[in-house]
């Protein structure tokens, strides 16, 4: 009895008027999902286009090994400093471990630092 209620109760949703506003856009009931659906499907059917957007020329289908791509190849982005970050990052373990060196044989002449 409850299933046959639920069922009236859509019948009689999609069958009634939504109201409209000021665009003549349907305000009201009805999922944001659904509504989401719906414009995606409307501007994938544009001439021309493909469902998301990528031309299918830019989308290999399938590899000799029988892989097939699904997305488009995304392109690799390096940041502009990332060279210099990776230098000034060598640089300093370098300047890191000479002075550890450094303190090590200073420590060893003064007779603080024994090693058997």
Not at 9 to 24: I, N, S
Not at 51 to 58: A, K, S
Not at 62 to 81: K, L
């Amino acid at each position: 009895m409850a299933l046959e209620e639920l069922l009236r109760l859509r019948e009689q949703d999609t069958d009634g008027a939504r109201p409209m506003d000021k665009g003549g856009a349907a305000v009201g009931k009805g999922s944001l999902i659904r509504k989401a659906a719906e414009l995606a499907q409307s501007s994938a059917e544009e001439p021309g286009e493909e469902p998301d957007g990528i031309p299918e020329t830019d989308v290999p289908t399938q590899y000799e090994d029988g892989y097939v791509r699904r997305s488009p190849v995304q392109p690799y982005y390096t940041a502009e400093d990332y060279e210099k970050k990776r230098i000034r990052k060598i640089l300093t373990y370098a300047a890191v471990a000479c002075i550890v060196v450094l303190l090590a044989v200073a420590l060893m002449r003064s007779g603080m630092l024994r090693l058997r």
